[in-house]
């Protein structure tokens, strides 16, 4: 077993005493129950009353968080697309497609923010509203990584674009500064208001040189001293050479460009050109990339890794994927300066950075409170071919592995269940067997959960689950006296024991009450009367009834016979079928032939020999009573029948 | 499809259903109903999707629902219609039947009246003795519910108790009720069949029992033709589509495949026969178009202006007939198009009313088009 890398984090359990009370666990699936094992003394000697609950532990906490819903079904449709769309394309249009993918996630996520913000500002509660506030920036965050790796690993643009796209990457997410700049847009006069620098050296720091040039034009026109200043700044913003998106330059010829640029700056900050004005001329060392130049802007950039693209900006425009790395270290030094440590947020960014998918992903599993991100994030980079050569020491991959978390996660809630099927079909090793575990323990509610459950177990051909789903069925259809759903249920399972034992309720009831219940269903069973023995004696012996209430009297008694003869009765219902048989006996014109009548009387005799002596004895009067009324019928029918077919034969 | 908006709202929708229209109107639909399912918190909600979006200074987009107004309901909401333009019967998997009041003033829902336990088990006095209500149905006042328990109530909006209950009407499980003409119902269950009540008779049996040979397919909806009540059109676990006319013969007259799963609801558009919706377990929604078939006919929808179209009715009248009966796949020029492209989780249930379209899913999302035959 490898070590683990942090100390595991200690959690308390509200409303335990974990210091005076012993504690027993049980896992589950995706939770863990706890209850207290050490109770006070007889009589409550302690005089602290010993508690008797249960605590379910959850694992994954942010699957029930009502707002998160929307992330969690939406994604899904994303996910569900990128598993079918595998493999159509190929080359560049396939890595088109998987940015779009990685796009449509970051929608979701955003799309969750602003829902998260609006229910944030709406809540009145404060314990909530700051319940809100915290989930947005762990959503603001988990968007921040993922358009991170989105640059770096889906997308890997390549030294020019890799610039622009960081650029984006920042501008997007480092919004503090928005309102500043609204506020002093808005104002009468912009170049009189205090934070008017401020705003130019933001648009400065983020590259937005079209936005600082439109300001700095304002500061000219509103003061005439400074104009050729202005002038000049506005010409080197304007003559910056920036690298292109498409294959329009090469890069060499973009790092000409730049050599000249920049030391066209330099030769104006070195002749004082903008001695007079202290904003300007840290402005020209900043696009001289002077580092602590750009640092003194500390407060306006907020974060390490603005700094690390402004940084980037100014002096390695045509900066390499791979060469990343040290400068991200560098800054991240530099920014923090030995005042304060790295947070999580900036580990995960900084492994990034470095190139270091697999730290990622783990440095996010530990630090963010759900498995969503990393299940969907380590499934995307998969399908990029990024993740190939890793094999863990247990399970079968890394991708398998989160999105089998994920998915048990979605199968402990009370309703997220649904989706969690669609990720266990994505995972080729252990998926199926996940999915058997947790379907069977699904609670079945209503007929229409049941069915919907078994639809899914009958898509996967799980036949032992659809079993026991129906089985679990037709139990409770049994206990609440429907015995015709049971039925139902049980001949959908093909459950032919418990077809039997349903049979032989119907034909009890029938033995205590002289009719048949539910005869919509028996009189309409079909092919489905073959499943077991007892089923199909039921249904003909139904058709019995049918046809001798219909008066087709030598059909029933032919059938009549025939039930027993072919040993499809029971033996212990055989008394029933032979009292039946006697108004048959007992009609005006002579049913049972000959031949029939000896067959009744050996069946008869068979059943009643079958007891001893002490039984027959034990049996009461009506048991006697009836054998011999047979006896009776039994003789006179035979009487008539050898006289009918004496003088049939005879004529 | 860019005529479909949609909306997640953070619950499995089991119902959606449009108000319906005063008569009057000329105006499209704006108002519907979604009631949900295993949650542990289930909800009946009344959305907009009318120009009200509009004034919402969020800036949202204007076709997305708004959210009314909600409130709480106990246990799964397995079936919901408009009684009138503000009260809504909904049928629980707890056996309770409820009216609830859509105040539109102030836009809140309060409970009108309920029945606990209308379908039960065993003992109807035991905690948990409730059996769950598969179906409702209204014609004003009038409100017939049927049950797992396999019974069949009809209650009166304004009285307290039933006016009439079936006891084992059926012993299997009965999904889906509708009314075939004032006193008389059409039920079906979980094994093929499709059986008439007639209210006004003591008898407690069917007038009429309908089935599916052989595989005993259960049945799970039900909708009845809005101008020729002899047409019927059922959906069936195997996802098929049967047409039933119920003049003739116990058989279906023309078996449709159609879904891979469960067919969930089955709706002929109200005002235009013509067309019919289902949707199902496998995710798909379909619209079944006949009118192709018979082109050259004037819709019914403008059939007053002209006068024209009134020597021609008989042959018109046939016209449809074929439509939907004739079972001969050579005329059989109907269009079947389905209107979710990506589908994946289940749409359990869809309403259309004038142009306008709405369904909801298990992917707890509800869809509206509004310009449904554009």
Redesign the interface.
């Known amino acids: 077993m490898e070590e683990p890398d942090a100390e595991p984090p200690l959690m308390v359990v509200p409303g335990v005493d974990s210091a005076a009370r012993q504690l027993c666990f049980e896992w589950g699936p995706a939770e863990m129950l706890v209850c207290e094992t050490l109770f006070g003394g007889r009589g409550g000697g302690e005089g602290r009353p010993s508690s008797s609950c249960v605590f379910v532990v959850r694992k994954d906490q942010d699957i029930y968080i009502?707002?998160l819903?929307?992330l969690f079904?939406?994604s899904?449709?994303i996910f569900?697309?990128l598993q079918r769309s595998e493999e159509e394309f190929a080359g560049k249009s396939r890595k088109t497609q998987l940015v779009q993918v990685s796009k449509n996630y970051r929608s979701v996520i955003r799309a969750c923010m602003e829902d998260m913000h609006?229910a944030a500002v709406s809540a009145r509660d404060p314990a909530l509203h700051s319940q809100y506030s915290t989930q947005v920036s762990i959503l603001s965050a988990m968007e921040l990584i993922w358009n991170l790796c989105e640059i770096l690993f889906v997308e890997a643009a390549v030294a020019g674009p890799l610039l622009l796209r960081l650029l984006d990457w920042v501008r997007l997410h480092v919004c503090d500064v928005d309102n500043m700049v609204r506020e002093v847009l808005s104002s009468e006069n912009p170049s009189k208001h205090e934070l008017f620098w401020n705003v130019v050296d933001v648009f400065v720091l983020q590259g937005r040189m079209d936005e600082a040039r439109h300001l700095l034009s304002k500061e000219a026109s509103a003061n005439p001293t400074s104009v050729n200043m202005c002038r000049i700044l506005d010409d080197l913003m304007k003559k910056m050479p920036v690298p292109s998106l498409g294959n329009t330059q090469t890069l060499t010829e973009m790092e000409l460009k730049w050599q000249h640029w920049h030391e066209e700056c330099q030769r104006y900050l070195q002749d004082g050109t903008f001695a007079s004005n202290s904003h300007m001329e840290s402005i020209c060392k900043i696009l001289l990339g002077d580092e602590n130049a750009i640092l003194e802007k500390k407060e306006l950039m907020t974060t390490w890794y603005h700094f690390l693209v402004t940084r980037l900006l100014y002096s390695h425009p045509t900066v390499k994927p791979m060469e990343l790395r040290f400068y991200a270290q560098s800054s991240m030094d530099l920014f923090l300066g030995g005042e304060s440590s790295p947070e999580p947020l900036d580990t995960i960014l900084m492994a990034a950075f470095e190139f270091e998918l697999h730290q990622v992903i783990k440095e996010c599993s530990i630090a963010l409170s759900n498995w969503w991100f990393v299940a969907h994030l380590t499934d995307l980079l998969d399908h990029c071919k990024l993740l190939q050569s890793h094999n863990l020491y247990f399970g079968s991959n890394m991708r398998e592995f989160l999105l089998l978390e994920y998915a048990s996660g979605l199968f402990s809630h009370?309703?997220l269940w649904?989706?969690g099927v669609?990720y266990f079909d994505h995972c080729p090793e252990y998926g199926r067997v996940y999915l058997e575990l947790h379907i069977e323990r699904i609670p079945l509610?209503?007929?229409?959960?049941a069915?919907?459950v078994l639809?899914i177990c009958e898509?996967r051909q799980m036949h032992e689950q659809v079993r026991s789903i129906c089985k679990i069925m037709a139990m409770k259809a049994l206990r609440?006296?429907?015995?015709?759903?049971a039925l139902?249920w049980s001949i959908r399972a093909k459950d032919a024991a418990f077809a039997t034992l349903i049979s032989d309720r119907f034909l009890k009831d029938y033995c205590e009450k002289g009719c048949f219940?539910?005869?919509?269903?028996i009189d309409?069973l079909?092919?489905?009367m073959l499943l077991s023995d007892r089923l199909t004696f039921l249904g003909k012996y139904r058709e019995f009834h049918r046809l001798y209430g219909e008066k087709r009297f030598s059909e029933a008694a032919k059938l009549l016979l025939m039930l027993m003869t072919a040993h499809i009765a029971p033996c212990s219902f055989w008394m029933t079928l032979l009292t039946d048989a006697l108004p048959l006996l007992e009609q005006k014109e002579v049913i049972f032939s000959a031949e029939q009548t000896y067959e009744l009387m050996r069946c008869l005799e068979d059943l009643t020999a079958g007891k001893s002596d002490k039984q027959k004895f034990q049996d009461d009067d009506v048991e006697t009573m009836k054998v011999e009324m047979l006896r009776l019928a039994l003789a006179r029918n035979l009487a008539r029948v050898i006289v009918k077919e004496g003088t049939l034969e005879g004529s | 499809m860019e005529d479909v908006c949609a909306k997640?709202v953070?619950?499995?929708v089991s119902k959606a259903r449009w108000r319906p229209l005063p008569a009057a109107a000329l105006q499209p639909p704006d108002v519907f109903a979604t009631g949900s399912?295993?949650?542990?918190d289930n909800r009946i909600s009344i959305w907009s999707v009318g120009d009200l979006g509009n004034v919402g200074l969020?800036g949202e987009y204007q076709g997305e629902p708004q959210l009314l107004c909600d409130i709480r309901h106990n246990g799964?909401v397995?079936d919901m219609q408009f009684l009138d333009q503000e009260r809504i019967v909904v049928a629980s998997?707890t056996g309770n039947v409820t009216i609830f009041r859509h105040h539109q003033n102030n836009q809140t829902l309060s409970a009108n009246q309920r029945w606990e336990k209308a379908h039960y088990?065993?003992d109807r006095d035991a905690s948990c003795g409730g059996?769950?209500c598969?179906g409702v149905i209204c014609s004003n006042p009038e409100i017939v519910t049927v049950g797992?328990?396999?019974r069949i109530n009809l209650f009166r909006a304004d009285q307290k108790d039933a006016v009439r209950t079936i006891d084992?009407a059926?012993?299997?499980?009965l999904h889906a009720v509708t009314f075939l003409r004032t006193t008389e119902i059409l039920t079906v269950n979980?094994?093929?069949?499709l059986k008439i009540w007639d209210l006004r008779q003591q008898r407690n049996e069917p007038s009429q029992?309908f089935?599916l040979?052989?595989?005993?397919v259960?049945l799970h909806c039900v909708d009845r033709h809005p101008n020729q009540q002899h047409i019927v059109a059922t959906g069936g676990?195997d996802g098929m589509l049967s047409i039933w006319d119920i003049r003739q013969g116990t058989m279906p007259v023309s078996l449709l495949n159609a879904h891979e799963?469960?067919m969930w609801e089955v709706h002929f558009h109200p005002s235009n026969p013509d067309h019919l919706f289902t949707c199902s377990?496998d995710g798909s929604l379909w619209h079944w178009d006949t009118s192709t078939s018979v082109s050259e006919k004037p819709s019914f929808l403008h059939q007053g202006g002209r006068s024209t179209t009134y020597f021609s009715h008989n042959t018109i009248n046939q016209s449809v007939v074929s439509a939907w009966l004739s079972n001969d796949p050579t005329k059989d020029r109907m269009e079947i198009t389905n209107l979710i492209p990506?589908q994946?989780?289940?749409v359990n249930s869809l309403d259309i009313l004038g142009p306008c379209l709405v369904y909801g899913t298990?992917?707890?999302?509800i869809y509206v088009n509004r310009h449904l035959f554009a």
């Open positions: 009502q707002t819903r929307k079904n939406e899904h449709g569900i697309g609006q009370y309703s649904q989706l669609d509610n209503t007929e229409q959960k069915l919907k639809r898509q609440n006296n429907r015995l015709g759903s139902s219940s539910d005869l919509d269903l309409n079909g092919p489905s | 997640f953070s619950q499995k399912w295993d949650n542990e969020s799964d397995m998997s088990h065993v059996a769950a598969t797992e328990d396999g084992n059926d012993s299997s499980t979980s094994i093929g069949q029992i089935s040979t052989g595989d005993r259960p676990q799963a469960e377990e990506n994946t989780l289940s298990d992917a707890e999302a």
